[in-house]
């Protein structure tokens, strides 16, 4: 192994676009890409989208592992696991031996939280992270007309409106009154409710699921309220929880994600961690924005550039066409209050701070066509 070799661990999106801005500033350089996956590039947000549209897995796939890697020159260790980080020597421990680095980029991502369940039908319940749970999910949903969905949050709506259109009844469950609960409004979430439940998302809100039983072909999910639910197939969408195992047996600075600082450096020189798994000044960013944001300034930093990153007001979307959703969330540390505004077919909110300023905003239905004048102003604030 050369010593100025790049080693990135994890073949996502994170890990890819790394690669990608390294390679368009540098050509010579050793990149190698570690991932216990196939190492096939694909966009993982299309996951809770592509059910409707009939793809298969394989179709999901834009740029297959081999191509990807000659595409960009790198060295690709696909189905290799990473058992231990020495940041000492500078080297991986994996399946295949031992591995060398003189810049690291963890990519690792996350795994979906599994929520404590009885049940003979616990082991059932589908997550679907990547493209072998996609897979997976597919293959079971032959003759599913009624699906019970637990969690009602950005994947969890998203998967909703998906089945929906595809013909599946999807029953939500949720311990908040409203769905989307950790990121908008009651006002916001009341009427993205309504909206999907006129559309047929059926909503169980302020209960949990306790048990999943199998029953005859299919499930019962039995509820805190009581209440029992029968379904074809059973899917979690509760959250995912960032993959840290390996930095912090490594003894790098862990709180719920990898902490970076403003270079995404972890607490070990010349570690870097990027995507789901890390966890910045301003928290866990686990989108797609600030995930290329990062790459196009951590390559600079690993190509001999320090380039501190600078997030620009990034707007989150949830794809659910049967009511669509556009936020931005104020900062913890701003102190002000939501404001609404009178909109026809949705609801359009704006977070203000003591001095009017926007520092946030919530647009559903058909004020998401604002968006573009949403950012303006949070950018003029």
């Known amino acids: 192994m050369q010593p100025e070799t790049i080693v990135i661990v994890g073949s996502g999106l994170a890990g890819y676009a790394v690669a990608r801005e390294v390679r368009k500033l540098d050509k010579n350089v050793p990149v190698v890409m570690v991932t216990k996956e196939r190492g096939d590039y694909y966009s993982k947000p299309n996951l809770s989208t592509a059910f409707a549209q009939k793809k298969t897995a394989q179709e999901l796939v834009t740029t297959a592992a081999d191509e990807i890697s000659t595409q960009l020159d790198i060295k690709l260790l696909a189905e290799t ?28 991502g996350a795994d979906p939280i599994v929520l404590p369940m009885d049940g003979d039908g616990r082991a059932d319940v589908l997550s679907v992270n990547d493209l072998a749970d996609y897979a997976a999910f597919r293959a079971r949903m032959n003759d599913v007309r ?54 047929g998302v059926d909503w169980r809100l302020g209960a949990t699921v306790t048990a ?15 209440e029992a639910l029968d379904a074809d197939i059973v899917l ?33 020189s010349d570690v870097y961690a990027l995507g789901d798994c890390a966890e910045f000044e301003c928290g866990l960013l686990p989108f797609v924005q600030p995930i290329m944001v990062t790459a196009r300034n951590l390559a600079q930093t ?20 049967a009511h669509p959703v556009v936020l931005h969330k104020p900062a913890l540390s701003v102190q002000g209050d939501w404001q609404s505004e009178e909109t026809q077919d949705g609801v359009t909110l704006w977070f203000k701070d003591s001095d009017g300023a926007v520092r946030g905003f919530v647009l559903t239905g058909a004020a998401t066509k604002r968006r573009m004048e949403a950012t303006k102003l949070l950018a003029a604030s």
Request: proline share 7%; charged share 15%; with cysteine.
């Open 146 to 199: 009624r699906a019970v969905i637990i969690g009602a949050g950005l994947i969890g709506c998203e998967f909703a409106n998906d089945l929906l259109h595809a013909g599946v009844t999807p029953v939500v469950v949720d311990p908040n009154a409203f769905p989307l609960a950790s990121l908008i409004p009651s006002s916001a979430g009341t009427v993205l409710r309504d909206s999907l439940a006129a559309a």
């Open 212 to 226: 999943v039983e199998r029953n005859g072909a299919g499930y019962r999910a039995l509820l805190s309220n009581g």
């Open 81 to 108: 696991e990473v058992t231990s980080l020495d940041v000492q020597t500078r080297q991986l421990h994996t399946s295949q031996g031992p591995l060398g680095y003189s810049k690291l980029v963890l990519a690792l």
């Open 236 to 268: 979690s969408a509760v959250g995912l929880r960032p993959r840290t195992d390996l930095a912090k047996e490594a003894g790098l600075n862990v709180k719920r994600g990898v902490v970076v600082d403003a270079f995404a450096m972890t607490s070990a």
């Open 302 to 321: 690993l190509t001999g550039s320090p380039t501190a990153i600078q997030f620009p007001h990034m707007p989150v979307t949830v794809k659910t066409p």
